[in-house]
T-cell receptor, first 114, second 111 residues
Framework: ETGVTQSPTHLIKTRGQQVTLRCSSQSGHNTVSWYQQALGQGPQFIFQYYREEENGRGNFPPRFSGLQFPNYSSELNVNALELDDSALYLC?????????????FGEGSWLTVV | EDQVTQSPEALRLQEGESSSLNCSYTVSGLRGLFWYRQDPGKGPEFLFTLYSAGEEKEKERLKATLTKKESFLHITAPKPEDSATYLCAVVTQGGSEKLVFGKGTKLTVNP
């Protein structure tokens, strides 16, 4: 039990639609990162939020956007969905600057784009 | 560019047959190396963090070691419940504390 919760667990969307995924971080953690994991691949970093501001972004287009709220929970929004966006989306929670507190993941949200 | 390579891609063992998984990395400056276990359809489960060459950590049948170029995850007398994908990731100096992952090693332990 990591204390990182994600919703929804599964969803199916149509190409061109928009989706919002949600994450509640572990208590006391101020940093949330989002990762995309395609089948058979390792997770790929999308972006990170620290104290409500984006703090680093991976190689993903602008249609991937996010928010972090004052309680450190976070949202990942994806516009104009493409078939290749089908993946497991993972949220990771950590305490910035304290690597020893480690990085915990939620169970993920499975997105299927048809 | 930071790179993490894991080998083998897949490994089949008999119960009790010890082995090692490899994670080699090329990074600009290592802050930490992480090992995670991932069961099918689930999020990665944290196992270990290693920070400097020579460091070792153990948990039950697992032992992780770190050198300046690679890390090993040693599995002693594995059981079928150890079957999973094992992911290695690094956090590097500077910028956001993002994890750069390898593709993982899928371990199957047969009874």
């Amino acid at each position: 039990e990591t204390g990182v919760t994600q919703s929804p667990t599964h969803l199916i969307k149509t190409r061109g639609q928009q989706v919002t995924l949600r994450c509640s971080s572990q208590s006391g953690h101020n940093t949330v990162s989002w990762y995309q994991q395609a089948l058979g691949q390792g997770p790929q970093f999308i972006f990170q939020y620290y104290r409500e501001e984006e703090n680093g972004r991976g190689n993903f287009p602008p249609r991937f956007s996010g928010l972090q709220f004052p309680n450190y929970s976070s949202e990942l929004n994806v516009n104009a969905l493409e078939l290749d966006d089908s993946a497991l989306y993972l949220c990771a929670s950590s305490l910035r600057g304290v690597l020893g507190n480690t990085i915990y993941f939620g169970e993920g949200s499975w997105l299927t784009v048809v | 560019e930071d790179q993490v390579t894991q080998s083998p891609e897949a490994l089949r063992l008999q119960e009790g047959e010890s082995s090692s998984l490899n994670c080699s990395y090329t990074v600009s400056g290592l802050r930490g190396l992480f090992w995670y276990r991932q069961d099918p359809g689930k999020g990665p489960e944290f196992l270990f963090t290693l920070y400097s060459a020579g460091e070792e950590k153990e948990k039950e049948r697992l032992k992780a070691t770190l050198t300046k170029k690679e890390s090993f995850l040693h599995i002693t007398a594995p059981k079928p419940e150890d079957s999973a994908t094992y992911l290695c990731a690094v956090v590097t100096q500077g910028g956001s504390e993002k994890l750069v992952f390898g593709k993982g090693t899928k371990l199957t332990v047969n009874p």
